[in-house]
């Protein structure tokens, strides 16, 4: 059972950064593609960003490409989203997953409790 817990959300004037953090836990954890997701006030969770089992392949939704970056250190079970140039339409609830190197909730089967980003301007 692999377990997720996100962490680096906060409060952040617009054109900043930040770098969100997910630790993962679990035998099989590391042999997961890795996803970060996010959720704004009364919309739907939509997909953000999610990186292959071993880093080598990573996708984007258009919204965030050239400013956020996914990556992954399985050495220390750990996947990162490095948020630039943010904007206040980035602010949300975001989720990291567990699942299959795709876009869609459905394909992943793990979930972390989310951590906040409010972007003001």
């Known amino acids: 059972q692999v377990q997720l817990v996100e962490s680096g959300g906060g409060l952040v004037q617009a054109g900043g950064s930040l770098r969100l953090s997910c630790v993962f836990s679990?035998?099989?954890?590391?042999?997961?593609?890795m996803g970060w997701f996010r959720q704004a006030p009364g919309q739907e969770r939509k997909f953000v960003a999610v990186?292959?089992?071993?880093?080598?392949?990573?996708s984007y939704a258009d919204s965030v490409k050239g400013r956020f970056t996914i990556s992954r250190d399985n050495a220390k079970n750990t996947v990162y989203l490095q948020m630039n140039s943010l904007k206040s339409e980035d602010t949300a609830v975001y989720y990291c997953?567990?699942?299959?190197?795709?876009?869609?909730?459905?394909?992943?089967?793990?979930w972390g409790q989310g951590t906040q980003v409010t972007v003001s301007s």
């Open positions: 997953a567990a699942g299959s190197y795709r876009r869609f909730e459905s394909d992943f089967g793990a």
């Open positions: 679990g035998r099989t954890a590391s042999t997961y593609a």
């Open positions: 990186v292959s089992w071993n880093g080598d392949n990573t």
